[in-house]
């Protein structure tokens, strides 16, 4: 089975400030790479998507990945955040048949003034 | 308006009693499937649909059924519900399970089973 690590569950940030959300996962196999995000008291909404190309992915919201097959990482990055941004955010794995997606535990996201 | 839709947004229920949670999309989307939520635990899926009448589980099965008998709706039924179910239930719908295209996630059923 695929699995999803994110390494910080929560980070505090001061508004303006740029931000890396951390996302490892481990797999033998091809894989998609999603970054979801989630407001309170909502579903998730899909930020970006790697399926395959180019490694660098641009995303909604001034948010970028880059997708690095040798360290299986696909870090999530954004150079100025916004009091708008807190959020919990989730990084996902999809591979082998592509009907199974895996979820990493999520990382709360507190921009601060 | 495209949308998915989840009934009901939440349910207190006790121990043994049967439950269904219903899912309904209006994008005429072939995937459908469905998650929990747990702090500290992201989202795990329980089960997926790649079509009508053709499901198949995902990582946390036990204690689910689901069935897939029309294209929009794809319902979660709790036979007999147990404490450790308690949790935030998403629905997500994707418009092939071979396009690997964003999935729409409905609002969620916070269920709590005592």
């Known amino acids: 089975a695929q699995s999803v690590t994110q390494l910080d569950s929560q980070v505090p940030v001061f508004e303006e400030a740029p931000v890396e959300l951390r996302c490892n996962y481990s797999?033998?196999?091809?894989?998609?790479l999603f970054w979801y995000v989630q407001y309170p008291n909502q579903g998730l909404q899909l930020l970006l998507k790697?399926?395959?190309?180019?490694?660098l992915v641009k995303g909604i919201n001034g948010f970028e990945a880059e997708f690095n097959k040798s360290q299986t990482s696909f870090h999530l990055r954004k150079p100025s955040v916004h009091i708008s941004d807190t959020a919990e955010y989730f990084c996902?794995?999809?591979?082998?048949?592509?009907?199974?997606?895996?979820f990493g535990s999520g990382t709360k996201l507190n921009v601060k003034p | 308006e495209a949308q998915v839709t989840q009934n009901p947004r939440y349910l207190i229920t006790v121990t043994g009693k049967k439950l269904t949670v219903t899912c309904s999309q209006n994008?005429?989307?072939?995937?459908m499937s469905w998650y929990r939520q747990d702090p500290g635990l992201g989202l795990r899926q329980i089960y997926y649909s790649m079509n009508v009448e053709v499901t198949d589980k995902g990582d946390v099965p036990e204690g689910y059924k689901v069935s897939r008998k029309e294209k929009r709706n794809f319902p979660l039924i709790l036979e007999s519900p147990s404490p450790n179910q308690t949790s935030l239930y998403f629905c997500a719908t994707q418009p092939s399970s071979g396009s690997h295209r964003e999935q729409y996630f409905g609002p969620g059923t916070r269920l709590t089973v005592t």
């Open positions: 797999s033998s196999v091809s894989v998609y």
């Open positions: 790697y399926l395959s190309g180019s490694t």
């Open positions: 996902a794995v999809s591979a082998g048949n592509f009907n199974k997606f895996y």
């Open positions: 994008m005429n989307h072939e995937y």
